[in-house]
């Protein structure tokens, strides 16, 4: 069964380089976003100094409306205390927002973590990338992401929320039914796996509307 083993070991290993390169493309584009919008800063300002000047008011106003709309799409800046979250989070919260999914996030890590940055890297991006899947479908009207991180104890909660279709969900064993490819079910498996060997408590709820998935990983 050793061959059985180091194939399961590879597999993993180039799973994880595989999710690692995502987050950290996300990332790049994130940043890339923001860096554009700093870049042209100048022009924004001459422009708003050319419309006072020449008492437009109009005109400047309908130019901040159409600056406030342009700077909500990089404004997705989370501060949690830990900077592999904050990477995570802020990249997925980009991509959901890029799709039309909005997110309501309220993440705080007060302390230094036990857990490695590989393991949050993995259950964060899982989490959020299975709650964009699951909101695609959705009318646009109807789509939402909530997350919320914070210490609770000695414990780290996590607690993703994603509305459906208002079907609820056949659950096999301690996963859900899924119709995703092998990958997303990798995911869930990773988690799991993960919460396992943290001697942590994971609970998949799928009712009135929404799937929420709640994490709970001693930090002690």
Known sequence: MGWLSRR?????AAYQRELIDTHYREVENMY???RGWRHDYRNHIQMMKALAAGSDLDGLKAYLDELDTDLNTVDTVIKTGNA????????KISLARSRN?????DAHIPVQLRMSELDLCVILGNLFD?????SLPLPEDQRMIRV???MKGTQLYISFTNLTAGRKQARIGRLFATTKGEGHGFGLVRIDQIIDRLDGYLSRNSEDGAFTTEILIPQV
């Open 32 to 34: 890339r976003q923001i």
């Open 148 to 150: 919320y991180m914070d």
């Open 130 to 134: 299975n709650a964009i899947e699951a």
């Open 84 to 91: 592999m979250a904050d990477a995570i989070l802020n990249s």
């Open 101 to 105: 999914i909005p997110v309501q996030a």
């Open 8 to 12: 399961i070991d590879r597999q993993l």
